[in-house]
């Protein structure tokens, strides 16, 4: 299946792919989040839903639950892109620095997926100039250039949207959201600014972050706000 990131995607973030049939109609794909699935490859082989999957297996040490070594783990996720319904796998910016990233990455597009280069802090929103080179860095090594930062507070937020509409601007792919009550709004707000993905739990009691809306909710607030008619 293919999954094109050139107008907005909103992505059902799970770890039980049988959420599918509840996404479908809403949103566009689903995140799988192979890090917290049990037995996530044979979750992908019994798979038969519609929508096509970003597949996500979020490392410890970027706020995830997988706790082998990078090289396997990336392993795991290039396996996924076996699977036809499969589109585009996330890899973590750091990797994608070295060599263990690249060759990930590198074998996940010959097999037609594309990559979404994530970066993650957990703590606080960077100033404006690490804000944009992350997230240029990103872009530039991923096909899309994902940045989810924690915002405490408005200031914090609008940097993130401004970086956002920057970036869109001069032509780079991005995805970006602010974690925590102060960032919630980013979440519907930053499409508006030309980010790719946002990403929303079916239950918000499965929620993959925090300050996610549910994806119904998400779904609803991106199409009122936007005056892109391609999002
Ligand atoms: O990286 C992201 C973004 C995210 O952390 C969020 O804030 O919505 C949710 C994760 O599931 C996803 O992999």
Known sequence: MDLSFD????????ADLADEPAARGVADAVEFRM????????????????LPILATNRAEWEGGEADTADVDRL???VAATEFDAVAAVDIELACLRADVGADAAARARAAGATV????????????RTELTDLLHEAATLGD???LAVTAHSNADALRLLDVTRAATEWGDTVA???MGEAGRHTRAVAPVYGSKIGYAPVD????????????QTLRSLVADLSSNPDV
């Open 144 to 146: 899309v250039g994902k």
């Open 35 to 50: 890090d917290l699935a049990d037995d996530p490859l044979d979750a992908l082989d019994e798979y038969d839903g519609d």
């Open 75 to 77: 392993d795991t996720l």
């Open 116 to 127: 979404v280069a994530s970066v993650h802090d957990f703590d606080r929103t960077p100033a």
């Open 7 to 14: 107008s907005f995607v909103l992505a059902a973030s799970t």
């Open 204 to 215: 918000p009691a499965d929620a993959t972050a925090p300050g996610q809306y549910d994806v």
């Open 176 to 178: 970006t959201m602010a």
